[in-house]
C-alpha cells in the first residue's frame, strides 16, 4: 500500500513527475486537473460546472472536487495505494481527504513538495501552450496557489509528513531526489 501526495505550484512539473513515479510505485497517477480537463471535453455535467473556473485560473468549489475525489479513490485500481496530484489545493480539501481516508482505512505514506520559485514558473508555464495557459490565468493560478494552497505546506509539515524536493533542477535530477525520498517506504 504506497499513498503519496505529490503537491506543488502550478509549473513545478508534478505532472511529469508523478507520469514517472506511478510507474515506480506501481499505483494509479490521480490528477485532479486531467480530470476536470477530460470531463470538461466530455462536455459531462461535472465538465459543465468546472469549465468556467478552469478558464479563469479559479480553483473548482471544494464541494465538487472533493465528491470527484471520493469516487475516483473508490474505483478498483485505488485499492492498493495511489498517488494525487493537485489535490488537497486548500485546508478544506486537505481534512475533508483525512475524513475520506479515515472511513476507507488509508492514510497518507508521504506528501512530496515540490518547490519552484515563481520566475521559473512563469517562463515553464508560458512554454507549456494548455488552453488554460495564458498569461493573465497563468498569474492568477499562481496568486490563487499563494493565498489558498501554500498554507498546506505548514500544514503536512506539522504532522511530519512533508518531503521537501527542489524541483528546479533538470527533470532527471528532480526524479531522482524523489526516488531517493521515497526509497525507504518502498523497502
Ligand atoms: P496546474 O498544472 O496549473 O497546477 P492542474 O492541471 O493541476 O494545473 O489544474 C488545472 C485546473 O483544474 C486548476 O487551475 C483548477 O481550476 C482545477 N483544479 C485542479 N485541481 C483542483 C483542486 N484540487 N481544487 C480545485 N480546483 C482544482
Not at 506501481?26 to 478552469?54: M, N
Not at 481534512?95 to 506528501?111: G, K, P, R, Y
Not at 535530477?173 to 525507504?184: C, G, H, L, M, W
Request: some cysteine; charged content about 25%.
Amino acid at each position: 500500500m504506497a499513498c503519496f501526495i505529490l503537491f506543488g505550484p502550478p509549473g513545478a512539473g508534478k505532472g511529469t513527475q508523478a507520469a514517472l513515479l506511478s510507474g515506480l510505485l506501481s499505483v494509479p497517477h490521480i490528477s485532479t486537473g486531467d480530470l476536470f480537463r477530460a470531463a470538461v471535453s466530455e462536455k459531462s455535467p461535472l465538465g459543465v460546472k468546472a469549465q468556467g473556473y478552469l478558464d479563469r485560473g479559479e480553483l473548482v468549489p471544494d464541494e465538487v472536487v472533493i465528491d470527484m475525489i471520493h469516487v475516483r479513490l473508490a474505483q478498483e485500481d485505488a485499492q492498493k495505494g495511489w498517488l494525487l496530484d493537485g489535490f488537497p489545493r486548500t485546508v478544506p480539501q486537505a481534512h475533508a481527504l483525512d475524513a475520506l481516508l479515515t472511513s476507507i482505512d488509508q492514510t497518507i505514506d508521504v506528501v512530496l513538495n515540490l518547490s519552484v520559485s515563481d520566475e521559473f514558473l512563469l517562463d515553464r508555464l508560458l512554454g507549456r501552450g494548455r488552453k488554460d495557459d495564458t498569461e493573465d490565468v497563468i498569474r492568477r493560478r499562481l496568486q490563487v496557489y499563494h493565498e489558498q494552497t501554500a498554507p498546506l505546506i505548514q500544514f503536512y509539515r506539522d504532522r511530519n509528513q512533508l518531503t521537501d524536493v527542489d524541483g528546479s533542477s533538470p527533470v532527471e535530477v528532480v526524479t531522482a531526489s524523489i526516488e531517493e525520498a521515497v526509497k525507504p517506504l518502498l523497502a
